[in-house]
C-alpha cells in the first residue's frame, strides 16, 4: 500500500540561488532557531514547573527525578522542532517550489519500506562491532586533555539517555517512542537526508560524496565522539536508502526502528522482563557473524533497489511517458 505524494507548487522566494550558498543559509536557520527554542523551553519550563532557571540547568545535565525526567523530555521536543523542524520548513518556503516532492517524500510501497527496517536488524553486528572500536579510540599524550574532555561528556551524554530510557510505565514507553525514536527520526531524516544531502549532492556534483558527508555530519552533529563510527554507518545506510528508493519514507522508516528498538529494549530491561543489557543486543565479534551481517544488509539494499526499478519499469510499461 503506497503512500501518496502531494505535490505543492509556488512561486519561489528567492530562485537562482547555489547550492553552496542555500547550505550555508540552512546551518544560519538552524543556529538561530536552536537558540531561540532553547530559550523558550527554559522559560516555558519555569511556568510550568515552577522552578527556577539554575534548577532547570541542572535537570538538562545532571537530572534525578521524575519532574527532571519530564522537563527534560519538554524541552528536548522544543529543540526538536527548532534544530529539526523550523529550519526545514522556513528552507522550502524561500528557496523552493515543492515542498513535499523536493524533500523526495514520495510514495512508495509498504514492501520496500519494511525491507528498509530489516535491514536495521541485519546490521546490528556490524554496528555493535563499530561501536566497541571506537570505545577503545586513544589520544596521543599531547591531546590528553582532549581525550579526557570528550570521555566526560560521552558519559554524561550515556548517563542521561539511560536516565531517560529507564521507564517502567507504558506512558513513559509511549512518551520515549514518541519523543526519543519517532521525532527525531522523522526531524533528523527532513534535515539530513531531505535537505543537507541533496544540497551536498548539488554542490559537489557527486552523491557518493553527497552521501558521505551528509554522513560525516549527522554523526558530528551529536558531539558523542566516542560513538561516531557507529552513526556513521548509520548514516551512511540511511543516505543510500534514500538514494536507491528515492523516497524518504524508507530512512525514516529505518531511523525509527533504529530508535525504538533501543526504546523497547530498556523498557523491558526497565522491568526486569529482559536480562541482556540493551545497549549490547545484537552483539558479536565473531568474523563470520560480522561479514554474514555485511552480505545481508548488502543483499537486502540490493532487492530493495531491483524491486523498486522493476515496479518503476512495470509502471512505465502501462502508463509511457508523454
Given at each position: 500500500?503506497?503512500?501518496?505524494?502531494?505535490?505543492?507548487?509556488?512561486?519561489?522566494?528567492?530562485?537562482?540561488?547555489?547550492?553552496?550558498?542555500?547550505?550555508?543559509?540552512?546551518?544560519?536557520?538552524?543556529?538561530?532557531?536552536?537558540?531561540?527554542?532553547?530559550?523558550?523551553?527554559?522559560?516555558?519550563?519555569?511556568?510550568?514547573?515552577?522552578?527556577?532557571?539554575?534548577?532547570?540547568?541542572?535537570?538538562?545535565?545532571?537530572?534525578?527525578?521524575?519532574?527532571?525526567?519530564?522537563?527534560?523530555?519538554?524541552?528536548?521536543?522544543?529543540?526538536?522542532?527548532?534544530?529539526?523542524?523550523?529550519?526545514?520548513?522556513?528552507?522550502?518556503l524561500l528557496f523552493t517550489s515543492r515542498d513535499v516532492s523536493y524533500l523526495k517524500m514520495n510514495r512508495i510501497s509498504l514492501g520496500l519500506v519494511l525491507l528498509a527496517g530489516v535491514s536495521v536488524y541485519s546490521i546490528l553486528p556490524v554496528i555493535n562491532w563499530l561501536g566497541d572500536l571506537n570505545q577503545q579510540m586513544t589520544f596521543p599524550s599531547w591531546l590528553a586533555g582532549?581525550?579526557?574532555?570528550?570521555?566526560?561528556?560521552?558519559?554524561?551524554?550515556?548517563?542521561?539517555?539511560?536516565?531517560?530510557?529507564q521507564v517502567k510505565s507504558p506512558q513513559g514507553l509511549l512518551a520515549n517512542l514518541v519523543i526519543i525514536a519517532l521525532i527525531p527520526a522523522v526531524g533528523e531524516e527532513l534535515l539530513f537526508r531531505g535537505l543537507v544531502q541533496r544540497l551536498l549532492n548539488a554542490w559537489t556534483r557527486s552523491i557518493p560524496v553527497g552521501v558521505l558527508l551528509t554522513a560525516i555530519l549527522f554523526s558530528a552533529i551529536h558531539f558523542q565522539f566516542f560513538g561516531?563510527?557507529?552513526?556513521?554507518?548509520?548514516?551512511?545506510?540511511?543516505?543510500?536508502?534514500?538514494?536507491?528508493?528515492?523516497?524518504?519514507?524508507?530512512?525514516?522508516?529505518?531511523?525509527?526502528?533504529?530508535?525504538?528498538?533501543?526504546?523497547?529494549?530498556?523498557?523491558?530491561?526497565?522491568?526486569?522482563?529482559?536480562?541482556?543489557?540493551?545497549?549490547?543486543?545484537?552483539?558479536?565479534s565473531h568474523v563470520y557473524i560480522l561479514f554474514l551481517s555485511l552480505a545481508v544488509t548488502a543483499y537486502i539494499f540490493y532487492r530493495i533497489k531491483t524491486l523498486r526499478e522493476k515496479k518503476i519499469l512495470s509502471h512505465s510499461s502501462h502508463f509511457p511517458e508523454i
Open positions: 500500500m503506497p503512500f501518496k505524494t502531494v505535490v505543492m507548487k509556488r512561486q519561489v522566494l528567492f530562485p537562482d540561488v547555489k547550492p553552496g550558498v542555500q547550505f550555508f543559509w540552512l546551518v544560519a536557520f538552524i543556529l538561530f532557531f536552536m537558540l531561540v527554542f532553547s530559550a523558550l523551553g527554559l522559560v516555558a519550563g519555569t511556568f510550568l514547573y515552577g522552578r527556577d532557571l539554575s534548577s532547570l540547568a541542572e535537570a538538562v545535565v545532571r537530572p534525578a527525578t521524575a519532574s527532571d525526567r519530564s522537563f527534560i523530555l519538554f524541552f528536548q521536543f522544543l529543540n526538536q522542532l527548532g534544530f529539526l523542524f523550523f529550519p526545514v520548513l522556513l528552507f522550502v582532549m581525550g579526557d574532555w570528550m570521555r566526560a561528556r560521552e558519559t554524561q551524554a550515556d548517563r542521561i539517555t539511560a536516565f531517560l530510557l561516531f563510527l557507529p552513526r556513521f554507518f548509520l548514516g551512511l545506510m540511511l543516505g543510500i536508502l534514500l538514494e536507491i528508493t528515492q523516497s524518504l519514507w524508507a530512512p525514516v522508516f529505518a531511523h525509527f526502528v533504529n530508535n525504538a528498538t533501543l526504546v523497547i529494549l530498556y523498557y523491558l530491561h526497565s522491568r526486569g522482563t529482559l536480562s541482556i543489557d540493551p545497549e549490547q543486543f545484537g552483539s558479536s
